[in-house]
Nanobody
Framework: QVPLVEFGGGLVQAGGSLRLSCAAS????????MGWFRQTPGEEREFVCN????????NCAASVQGRFTMSRDNYKNTVYLHMNTLRPEDTAVYYC?????????WGQGTQVTVSS
């Protein structure tokens, strides 16, 4: 198991910004593709963004392109999801994940609620 812990969720007004963090203990994240996903009740978990080990520009879903981006600080063993111009439809539980022969390691999730 890789303990991943997300931080930074909360309530924000539409048009606002949040930064989510995902930290790991016990294993370096530096060699792995990392991703963010989100899920709303009754829906499947959906991809948001991912980033390669080198931290080259992240790949993000069309629904968030231009508003969200992902970065990593391998020295701090942390990855981030920078969310701008938030919309009510971005409301979800956001999960951090590590790719190792599949998205096999997940955090517990952090709630993001965007009010209109």
């Amino acid at each position: 198991q890789v303990p991943l812990v997300e931080f930074g969720g909360g309530l924000v007004q539409a048009g606002g910004s949040l930064r989510l963090s995902c930290a790991a203990s016990g294993r370096p994240l530096s060699g792995y593709i990392m991703g963010w996903f989100r899920q709303t009740p009754g829906e499947e978990r959906e991809f948001v963004c991912n980033i390669g080990p080198s931290g080259r520009p992240a790949n993000c879903a069309a629904s968030v392109q231009g508003r969200f981006t992902m970065s990593r600080d391998n020295y701090k063993n942390t990855v981030y999801l920078h969310m701008n111009t938030l919309r009510p439809e971005d409301t979800a539980v956001y999960y951090c994940a590590m790719y190792q022969m599949g998205w096999n390691y997940w955090g517990q999730g952090t709630q993001v609620t965007v009010s209109s």
